[in-house]
């Protein structure tokens, strides 16, 4: 008994002094689930090559892209505090890209080219999908690998 005490006062100090996974295995657990990221929305983009630039499926396409960037991204355990704020952050940027597709979906009609006042409208929906994500990564950047 006296045995199991001690184990688990040892169990507990090192939750407390941060003896769980380090730093490095945790960053590389999210910088892993990135890169899945990445090389999901790069597919889906080299998909459209040759393809309309204004494309209502290729919208409704980023939107589940961006949906499950963001499951994947909140899929990955972490115990350190600055990786798991930067992890929600990341969740954030994808869900609220994700919601910005489906705008500019909404915007453009299934069928023929959208007017230009369309195009305007669904250009600034996607300069702000570009906005949130690149800051979050690279503030990952910066805290896991330092640059």
């Known amino acids: 008994m006296q045995h199991l005490k001690f184990t688990a006062l ?3 100090l090192s939750l407390l002094i941060g003896c769980g996974p380090s ?15 990445r090389n999901t929305i790069n597919a889906q983009y080299q998909q459209r090559i040759g393809q309309l630039a ?7 396409q980023m939107v589940q892209v961006m949906q499950q960037a963001a499951e994947t991204t909140q899929a990955v355990q972490l115990k350190d505090a600055n990786l798991q ?3 929600t952050r990341l969740v954030q940027s994808y869900q609220n890209s994700s919601q910005l ?9 299934a069928t023929g080219s959208p007017n230009e006042a369309v195009i305007q409208q669904v ?7 570009d906005a949130g994500i690149p800051e979050a990564v690279q ?3 910066i805290y896991c690998i330092g640059g």
């Open 10 to 12: 040892l169990c507990g």
């Open 23 to 37: 730093r490095q295995a945790q960053c590389q657990l999210l910088g892993e689930a990135q890169n899945q990221v």
């Open 54 to 60: 204004y494309s209502q499926t290729h919208e409704l």
């Open 85 to 87: 704020d930067l992890q």
């Open 101 to 109: 597709h489906q705008q500019a979906a909404n915007l453009i009609p």
């Open 123 to 129: 250009d600034a929906l996607h300069q702000q999908v």
């Open 139 to 141: 503030e990952f950047n």
